[in-house]
């Protein structure tokens, strides 16, 4: 069974940096890829980066430079670097994995089987 936990999350100003951590359980260090995505409030969950078990990373075009994602080398917490942010990054921040991800199923929220709870980022103007 694999399971996730983030933690990082909290109230930040505007042009703060924040690193997120998501607590893998289970076999996810084998052929698994990770990623995060946030969900703001009246908007659909959006991929912000995605790193495959080959170390291959993915990121959404709109945030590239503003974050990075990255894993341990036991590949049992993953973290997500947040750098500038602004108000439209206040959303609920989730971490995902799953064994079956492609290059054209990685920005997908429904292909990725396993979740953790979120955690909220609210940023202060």
């Known amino acids: 069974q694999v399971q996730l936990v983030e933690s990082g999350g909290g109230l930040v100003q505007a042009g703060a940096s924040l690193r997120l951590s998501c607590a893998t359980s289970?076999?996810?260090?084998?052929?698994?890829?990770v990623a995060w995505f946030r969900q703001a409030p009246g908007k659909e969950r959006e991929l912000l980066a995605a790193l495959t078990w080959t170390g291959y990373s993915y990121y959404a075009d709109s945030l590239k430079g503003l974050v990075s994602i990255s894993r341990d080398k036991a590949k049992t917490t993953m973290y997500l670097q947040m750098n500038c942010l602004d108000s439209e990054d206040t959303a609920v921040y989730y971490c995902?994995?799953?064994?079956?991800?492609?290059?054209?199923?990685?920005?997908?929220?429904?292909?990725?089987?396993?979740w953790g709870q979120g955690t909220q980022v609210t940023v202060s103007s």
């Open positions: 995902a994995a799953d064994k079956s991800i492609n290059t054209s199923s990685i920005r997908i929220s429904s292909k990725y089987d396993y």
């Open positions: 289970g076999r996810t260090s084998t052929r698994f890829t």
